[in-house]
């Protein structure tokens, strides 16, 4: 199954929970990630049943703090 993560293709070998795809990613500290699925923003409560699936576009958000 191909989607894109990032902006980059990725094969997947079978569909995935947000929540699984964070843990495959080895994304650090996803519980301070937000995630757009096929351009919209997935609320936190919804990453154990939100599914990726062919096609799909994903993008993990990174909020960082800074300024003076």
Known sequence: MNVKINGK?????????VSDLLTQQDVESPD????Q????????ENFATSTVQEGDQVEFLYFMGGGE
């Open 9 to 17: 293709a990725t094969e997947l070998t079978t569909e995935l929970s």
């Open 32 to 35: 301070m990630v937000a995630v």
């Open 37 to 44: 699925l096929n351009g919209t923003i997935l609320d936190k």
